[in-house]
């Protein structure tokens, strides 16, 4: 861009300095009580509008965002012990490492006082199953006693009593009938007939009672006590079946409590370089520290694949739709710069937070190529191309006004007041604004209108009023005939 001085300009600083060096030699000649000038004479400021020629040529519409690389591919390292923890030693982020190198210790008073007690849970565990099994050894070896043994043993004797009482009444009745002959003959008495015949009777009932009592023993009391010993069989079954699954829980609890003692030292799953996670934004410290509590899944490492690296910047909502896969981007590192390309543009905006000055944004990945070097948390400056022009019109965006009569610059004119002029606009970048009808190449174009105006304003007490809530105010009694108007 060139910077010029026009001739109006040189024109009417000559003039100033001509009066103001008659002014005061006219001061001068009034005597030497004269100190100072009126302060009115004082306050008017020498103004140089600086001005740019339209050129014709390439130029490139891009954004700019500044990010940091990180690693499209990170292997975490989280943490597996239940509950919170506290970190005893911590590798320190940038290490390079072995698989198997130690990357993280935590505290194991807690884990081993756990594990010492499941130890002592599946010892007791161990013998109260133990005895449970006995338990229930006996009582099915209470059954098959029972029906071979004591079944057949109580059945064998109630036969026996049956027999003894079919026996004893059998004696009674042929002695009741022999008393009964001899009381015929008269060589017995009626009283001892009689009791003989009671001695009958008394044996009928005691066969009575022992046929009941071997009727009810294999009809009830077989069933009842068979029943009573397989509930208990069952009962010591289901103890059984609880003390094996508390054995199998204290087990896998003890079980359990080993892993986590072994996950109290963290090591590495494979060759890499280690960094500490990103931690959020309002933290002065990282999230892992020695002394730091952690808790369960945590990401406490990262591992980076340095082969797939990328950048992370977020796009304003005016231009996300312009933004899209593929698009060519060239990044600044510190050391080097790459041509990289747009990989993925997020759907969903940012999450708006008192960080974010309610500023609407949308992530955008730019993957960058396969290059030694790189490492996550490099400063980068991304600029993404949304297009290029080969030949057309432009100015710098300091030199158009935008008013609520439409977009302006101002022209030099020779041996003449600059001229305002209606522009219609196309694409701009950070520095440059497209002019696709107004103004034509070599036109010298003001690049402070602002102050121009303010001066303008001052000298000209019929021209610019100043500037209003959306730019510009123009007086229309000031002559806007030397203005070119652009074609609809």
């Not at 026009?6 to 002014?23: A, D, K, M, Q």
């Not at 499941?118 to 007791?124: D, L, S």
């Not at 009808?437 to 303008?456: A, C, H, R, T, Y």
Request: charged share 25%; glycine share 8%.
């Amino acid at each position: 861009m060139t910077t010029d001085l026009s001739n109006s300009s040189r024109s009417g600083l000559g003039r100033w300095i001509s009066r103001v060096f008659i002014l005061v030699i006219l001061l001068s000649g009034v005597g030497a009580g004269v100190y100072f000038l009126p302060d009115t004479l004082l306050s008017n400021e020498v103004v140089e509008n600086l001005t740019y020629t339209v050129t014709r040529g390439p130029i490139k519409i891009a954004v700019t965002e500044q990010g940091t690389l990180e690693s499209a591919d990170n292997t975490e390292i989280k943490c597996k012990v239940r509950g919170r923890n506290t970190v005893t030693w911590v590798v320190e982020s940038g290490t390079i490492v072995k698989a198997g190198d130690e990357l993280v210790r935590l505290d194991t008073k807690v884990i081993e006082e756990n594990l010492s007690l499941q130890k002592t849970n599946v010892f007791e565990a161990t013998a109260t199953l133990e005895e449970t099994k006995t338990d229930t050894a006996q009582a099915q070896i209470a059954i098959d006693s029972f029906e071979e043994g004591r079944y057949t043993k109580g059945l064998k004797s109630r036969e026996a009593a049956v027999k003894r009482a079919e026996i004893n009444l059998q004696a009674s009745q042929e002695k009741y009938e022999q008393y009964r002959q001899l009381f015929k003959r008269g060589r017995v008495s009626e009283l001892e007939l009689d009791g003989s015949g009671f001695t009958v009777t008394q044996a009928e009932l005691q066969l009575k009672v022992a046929e009941t009592s071997l009727d009810v023993y294999k009809r009830y009391t077989k069933a009842m006590d068979l029943e009573q010993l397989k509930g208990r069989l069952n009962a010591h079954k289901s103890k059984l079946s609880a003390d094996e699954a508390g054995l199998q829980m204290d087990m896998a609890r003890r079980a359990r409590a080993e892993t986590e003692l072994a996950n109290c030292v963290i090591t590495a799953p494979k060759d890499g370089l280690v960094i500490y996670p990103t931690a959020a934004a309002w933290k002065d410290t990282p999230d892992v520290a020695e002394g730091v509590g952690v808790s369960h899944d945590q990401v406490l490492l990262i591992m980076p694949d340095l082969d797939q690296m990328q950048i992370e910047v977020g796009i304003h909502e005016a231009i996300v739709d312009r933004v899209k896969i593929n698009l060519q981007a060239n990044v600044k590192l510190p050391d080097r710069e790459l041509q990289a390309s747009v990989s993925e543009v997020a759907t969903i905006a940012q999450p708006l937070g008192p960080w974010s000055g309610n500023v609407v944004k949308y992530d955008t990945v730019i993957s960058l190529p396969k290059e030694e070097g790189l490492k996550p948390g490099m400063s980068a400056e991304v600029e993404i191309v949304l297009a290029e022009y080969e030949d057309v019109l432009y100015v710098p965006v300091s030199a158009i006004l935008e008013t609520e009569e439409g977009q302006f610059c101002w022209v030099e004119e020779p041996q003449a007041q600059p001229r305002r002029q209606r522009v219609i606009l196309g694409e701009s970048n950070d520095v440059y604004v497209i002019v696709e009808q107004g103004i034509k190449e070599g036109d010298q174009v003001i690049l402070n209108p602002l102050e121009f105006m303010e001066q303008s304003a001052v000298a000209d007490a019929g021209g610019y009023q100043g500037l209003g809530d959306t730019g510009m105010s123009y007086d229309e009694g000031n002559d806007a005939s030397s203005e070119t108007t652009v074609d609809e």
